[in-house]
């Protein structure tokens, strides 16, 4: 097949003749190379088509016409390139997730582990495995022999320990990598009024929101996927926060309510010309000063507060009101603080995502924390086995696993999931 095309394509670079069955390959420049130093691994030739979509269109129709040309199914040449141990299999994913990645964040994470962080560092953990596994065996082979080096098994237990301490480190990362690869959901919440929907279409550049001057306005949630400051987000709009007016209302304050609780970050707006009002003091009564003290503390949700309509304020800044936690001052109306409150957002995106530019490779799928979390049950019963042949089959569990994880031994019906959301033609 590859070398139909071969012929095909050569006899049409070299310029018109009456076999062509198309003049359109004349545009066509030619690359080969040759396996194993393509990116699947085999023989390839590539077309470099010159024009517009009809001169594309026919070249098309001319290969179409080829026998034993077709066109190829969706991550055909990834797979080609995973079964020819080009790529293991997080750096297929990595590959997928670049060809996805929407922001800049998607991007630096999804090279990381194109580039074989995550995959080497499995690697490494089952090279652990292996000779914790090793010793064991050797102990069970020559436990008798005097020649045997002494402390064997206290090596095995030690490599054990330190690789059940990386495990459950990584396992307890508040899965800040699946966030970054779908999405952190940020909800702006805030009393009536405050300038939610302002700020909600001010981040997001575009009309989500009606912006009304009449209190319950938006009566919904409004979701809208954004690109924050590099990072990837679900912004979500809410109805203003009170004792609802009416059922339409109050089933409207509910849902916000509701979407608080699965927020990852929640951005409260207040007046900053209305803070000593009651809906003002209650707002930061029942909801950023709860809620204020777990962005510090253990909490995965965080909260930001800003006070916007500071172009209201008279230049001596607010006026009397209660006692405010940390906070950014905004104009929804004339933009001033919007580049303050854009550098706080990363800040904040960076530890509910995590910070793709350092630190260990992120876990992006449940798939990596399901295999994780299998090889780490699979050394708790290496702990506690009674015997070192049960021992021993704790650790060959454990070592499938991580070869699990880079794709070794994986099930044709994984495979497929995995590659199915690849575009047509990579």
């Known amino acids: 097949?590859?070398?139909?095309?071969?012929?095909?394509?050569?006899?049409?670079?070299?310029?018109?003749?009456?076999?062509?069955?198309?003049?359109?390959?004349?545009?066509?420049?030619?690359?080969?190379?040759?396996?194993?130093?393509?990116?699947?691994?085999?023989?390839?030739?590539?077309?470099?088509?010159?024009?517009g979509p009809a001169v594309v269109s026919g070249v098309l129709q001319a290969l179409g016409s080829v026998p034993g040309l077709r066109p190829a199914e969706a991550g055909e040449f990834t797979r080609r390139a995973f079964a020819h141990g080009k790529l293991n299999l997080t750096e297929v994913e990595g590959l997928a997730d670049l060809i996805h990645a929407e922001t800049e964040a998607q991007r630096r994470q999804a090279l990381r582990q194109l580039d074989g962080e995550l995959g080497q560092l499995c690697c490494d953990w089952a090279e652990t495995l292996t000779k914790a596994l090793a010793h064991v065996e050797a102990y069970i082979d020559f436990g008798e022999d005097d020649n045997l080096e002494e402390g064997v098994l206290e090596q095995a237990d030690s490599k054990v320990r330190a690789l059940e301490v990386a495990l459950d480190t990584h396992l307890r990362d508040a899965r800040r990598g699946q966030r970054l690869r779908s999405g952190a959901h940020v909800v702006v919440t805030g009393p009536p009024n405050a300038g939610k929907s302002s700020l909600?279409?001010?981040?997001?550049?575009?009309?989500?929101?009606?912006?009304?001057?009449?209190?319950?306005?938006?009566?919904?949630?409004?979701?809208?996927?954004?690109?924050?400051?590099?990072?990837p987000a679900l912004l979500s709009d809410t109805a203003g926060l009170r004792d609802g007016v009416g059922p339409v209302e109050q089933e409207g304050v509910r849902r916000a309510r509701e979407r608080l609780e699965q927020a990852d970050l929640i951005v409260a707006v207040l007046d900053a010309s209305d803070l000593a009002s009651p809906s003002s003091?209650?707002?930061?009564?029942?909801?950023?000063?709860?809620?204020?003290?777990?962005?510090?503390?253990?909490?995965?949700?965080?909260?930001?507060?800003?006070?916007?309509?500071?172009?209201?304020?008279?230049?001596?800044?607010?006026?009397?009101?209660?006692?405010?936690?940390?906070?950014?001052?905004?104009?929804?109306?004339?933009?001033?603080?919007?580049?303050?409150?854009?550098?706080?957002?990363?800040?904040?995106?960076?530890?509910?995502?995590?910070?793709?530019?350092?630190?260990?490779?992120?876990?992006?799928?449940?798939?990596?924390?399901?295999?994780?979390?299998?090889?780490?049950?699979?050394?708790?019963?290496?702990?506690?086995?009674?015997?070192l042949a049960l021992a021993a089959e704790a650790l060959r569990v454990a070592r499938r696993h991580l070869a699990h994880l880079a794709g070794g031994g994986g099930t044709e019906e994984i495979l497929d999931v995995i590659f199915r959301d690849f575009c047509v033609g990579k």
């Open 281 to 387: 003091r209650n707002f930061l009564d029942t909801v950023v000063v709860p809620r204020g003290g777990q962005s510090s503390g253990g909490s995965t949700q965080r909260l930001l507060l800003v006070l916007n309509k500071s172009d209201l304020l008279p230049p001596q800044g607010p006026g009397p009101c209660p006692a405010l936690p940390p906070h950014l001052l905004l104009s929804c109306l004339t933009g001033e603080g919007l580049d303050g409150l854009l550098e706080t957002l990363k800040t904040e995106l960076a530890a509910v995502c995590g910070d793709p530019s350092t630190g260990p490779p992120l876990l992006t799928r449940a798939r990596h924390r399901h295999h994780l979390q299998g090889c780490l049950d699979a050394l708790s019963h290496y702990k506690g086995a009674e015997d």
């Open 200 to 231: 909600v279409n001010l981040l997001s550049r575009k009309p989500v929101s009606i912006v009304s001057p009449e209190p319950g306005t938006t009566r919904d949630v409004l979701e809208t996927p954004v690109d924050l400051a590099g990072f």
């Open 1 to 51: 097949m590859r070398w139909g095309l071969w012929t095909l394509a050569a006899r049409a670079a070299r310029g018109p003749c009456s076999n062509c069955p198309d003049r359109a390959l004349h545009l066509t420049h030619l690359l080969a190379t040759r396996g194993p130093h393509s990116f699947t691994g085999e023989d390839c030739v590539e077309l470099h088509v010159h024009g």
